[in-house]
């Protein structure tokens, strides 16, 4: 009997100690991801939009892990600003100890921490800052998922001047590293196509009133495209004041306002009827017909009742990615780095990702132009 | 019985400077041994940097009572002058550094110069007006600033060799934290040696009666003048310990609003006092840091402790620690 009881306690003891380790070791497979976003400050609409792709992503992923791995995230408010997102980094690597990190969305924050995380050796993916020196020439730990200044701004100029046939461009930007970046390629480009720039207008993030801008603007002569390079908040002050000066096609002017992926969905609505027949880039079509984008669109509405944005997005195939290169075999912060530096073929559903020397995605299919009708919906133009 | 004596006499033994400098030195020492990890030790040197700015401004409007908004100016000056020795020049740190207190006090003085005759609000209109044209300089002169496209791998000040010990190099956060901390002790001890001089009284009898000061024979534009220089400069060292300690430099670190967050670090403290500012700043510096916790509520939390503090304690945190003290009884 005593024997018996032994062996029961034996066992028992065993078993606990089994599921102990058991325990242990699905807790040790974890990968652990830092998310550094702008979720105060004129950026912080990156952050809440970011972290909605983020949290749809894990909830997928966490249903039947990956190669045994689950994933779990830690916030960090990185303020689009560099000192604040330095000492969130820091903040994140100290006590969070992640394998891999994304973020940051604005290019001063993102080169700021660069080096913080290159020290660190922790990977980093970059969805939103499109500063060209992030990947020329960046470092081995930092991996940008978006095209850069060069590559959307040679883009969206030689759209504009083969598709739109424009000839004359006003451009608008704010006086930040990546408005004077973008808006400079696209003169370079505009300009050896053939194209005249009436007038550079930069303003800073102080600035809330641009009718002064806009009636300038409008004494510029025949404009075709104005490309606009500016967070939402100025973004639909713009655009309004462009319209109510009967510059732009919203306020039955002949000018197309031409954007870029800094403006989140939704702005046309909020822009009203000023918006209408603005060309931007979009980095996630929603009406692509691809089953992948399909399933992430319904999953995003059944999930957050409301359409995604490229924002979220782009953070879902943030994850997505990180999640490829776990399938691959990675496991810790070195072998994340050097499986992202060997990505060529993943597909996500912004497009798709293939990293050069620099760790620059080369693939242009995250390009996608929408123009906006007068119902304020989109028409995809299908131009890449 | 001289003041010395009658101070001796008045204070209690735990109020004595000296023994306050030293304490300080060794909380100094020991801060980093307590708050380990990367993170929290540049924290502490964020702190440092903020007393500097905190220090700097007390010393305009807590001392002379000179409202001055234009804080941030001398701040980006310092941080910029400095910064564009060192990398276009390849002025070395220590001289860059010198250049930069000296330029950011020097634009105190002709601000100064030019404000002297205004008061109050309009003193306040005038230094912002000042914050704005610096920031805009700062922004738009892109041939000399870089502007908004920034100043990316500022180095670290230079390591240190002493014979005979292993060379102490400032890439460690705790080594920059202790130069940071040792100049701002250096600062405080001098401002406090001036505070203590007849230039303390003379600067705090034009803050309380600028009238009946100049009708004693005190030349009080000069003694503003004075003031705003020397304030301007505590500022400017702080930007050069900024730009070397974030290795990145764009304007918008020196924006007005920056301006508005020093003003609060010297009221919350205690103005007046030089170590109000001290725990003002701490307090500001650390505060968001601690509330990292509570997520999205953190600058909510932090706004609602910044007005409980100005509403309940308007003379700063020193005034509560008086308070507290005088019910304990630990001071008369």
Redesign the interface.
């Known amino acids: 009997m005593r024997q018996q009881h032994l062996l029961v306690a034996t066992s028992a003891l065993g078993l606990i100690a089994s599921v102990a380790i058991g325990g242990a070791n699905a807790q040790d497979k974890t990968i652990k991801i830092g998310a550094l976003l702008p ?2 400050g004129p950026g912080a609409y990156f952050g809440s939009q970011d972290k909605q792709g983020i949290e749809l992503a894990l909830e997928q992923l966490n249903k039947s892990m990956v190669n045994g791995y689950k994933f779990t995230i830690q ?3 990185s303020a689009c ?3 604040p997102a ?2 969130a980094a ?2 994140l ?3 969070y100890k992640p394998d891999v990190i994304i973020g940051e969305e604005c290019s ?1 924050a993102t ?2 921490i660069m ?1 913080i995380i290159e020290q660190a050796k922790v990977p980093m993916i970059n969805a939103g800052s499109s500063a060209l ?1 992030i990947t020329d020439p960046g470092n081995p730990y930092t991996f940008r998922i978006m095209p850069n200044e060069v590559m959307q701004g040679v883009d969206i100029a030689s759209q504009a001047y083969n598709k739109l046939n424009a000839r004359t461009a006003v451009l608008l930007f ?4 990546a ?3 973008n808006a400079k390629v696209f003169k370079e480009t505009f300009e050896k196509l053939g194209g005249k720039i009436l007038a550079e207008i930069g303003f ?3 600035v809330n009133d641009f009718t002064s801008i806009a009636t300038r603007v409008a004494g510029l002569g025949k404009i075709d495209v104005i490309p606009t390079y500016t967070l939402e908040g100025q973004g639909l002050k713009i655009t309004q004041a462009l319209a109510q000066a009967g510059v732009v096609k919203g306020g039955d002017g002949p000018a197309i306002q031409l954007g870029t992926i800094w403006l989140p969905f939704g702005f046309e609505q909020k822009a009203g009827k000023a918006a209408t027949g603005y060309v931007r880039i979009v980095q996630f079509d929603p009406t692509d017909p691809r089953d992948m984008v399909k399933n992430f669109v319904s999953a995003f509405k059944a999930k957050f009742n409301s359409d995604p944005t490229h924002l979220n997005a782009h953070a879902y195939d943030q994850i997505m990615l990180i999640a490829d290169v776990v399938k691959r075999g990675a496991k810790d912060a070195q072998s994340i780095r050097d499986m992202l530096a060997q990505t060529k073929s993943f597909v996500g559903v912004t497009g798709s990702v293939e990293f050069d020397k620099n760790n620059q995605n080369v693939k242009m299919d995250t390009i996608h132009y929408m123009e906006t009708q007068p119902d304020l919906s989109w028409k995809a133009l299908k131009w890449n | 019985m001289s003041d010395a004596a009658i101070s001796r006499a008045v204070h209690p033994w735990w109020a004595s400077r000296r023994l306050g400098f030293l304490a300080a030195a060794l909380v100094i020492a020991a801060l980093p041994m307590m708050l380990t ?4 030790q ?2 502490l040197t ?1 702190c440092a940097i903020n007393v500097l700015l905190a220090l700097g401004l007390d010393f305009i409007l807590g001392y002379a009572g000179q409202l001055n908004l234009g804080q941030s100016a001398f701040y980006g000056l310092g941080a910029y002058v400095s910064t564009l020795l060192i990398t276009r020049l390849g002025v070395p740190f220590w001289a860059a550094f010198a250049a930069g207190v000296a330029f950011a006090g020097l634009a105190g003085m002709i601000l100064a110069t030019f404000a002297v005759r205004l008061r109050g609000h309009y003193l306040a209109i005038a230094s912002l007006g000042f914050a704005v044209i610096t920031y ?1 300089i700062l ?2 002169w ?1 041939n000399l600033t870089q ?4 100043i ?2 500022i180095p670290p000040p230079p390591a240190i060799t002493i014979p005979g010990l292993p060379a102490i190099s400032f890439r460690n956060p705790v080594a920059l934290f202790y130069l940071v901390a040792g100049v701002t002790l250096l600062v405080y001890f001098i401002l406090d040696q001036l505070v203590r001089s007849p230039i303390g009284e003379t600067l705090t009898a034009i803050r309380e009666d600028e009238v009946s000061a100049a009708s004693l024979g005190i030349n009080t534009a000069l003694w503003k003048v004075f003031a705003f220089g020397v304030g301007a400069a505590v500022g400017g060292a702080a930007g050069c310990f900024y730009a070397t300690f ?3 430099l ?1 304007p ?2 020196f ?1 007005i609003t920056e301006s508005f967050t020093i003003l609060a670090m010297v009221i919350v403290g205690g103005m007046g006092t030089l170590i109000g500012p001290v725990f003002g700043a701490v307090l500001l510096t650390l505060l968001p ?1 601690v509330l ?1 916790g509570v ?2 509520l ?2 909510m939390v932090y706004g609602a402790v910044l007005t409980l503090v100005v509403l309940f304690m308007p003379g700063g945190l020193v005034q509560a620690a008086r308070v507290v003290g005088a019910r304990l009884g630990l001071s008369r």
């Not at chain 1, 704010?174 to 590293?177: D, L, P, S």
């Open positions: 979720m105060s916030y960090e408010d600003s560099p000192l330095s000492q820091k903040r690597l100290d006590q001063d080169l700021a080096p020196k704010e006086n930040t590293n408005g004077i970046g800073g993030r102080d | 990890g990367n993170y929290w540049t924290n964020i805009q922004l738009n892109i502007g908004p496209l920034g990316y791998a974030v290795g990145t764009v918008d670190a924006f840091e990292r997520g999205d953190r600058l």
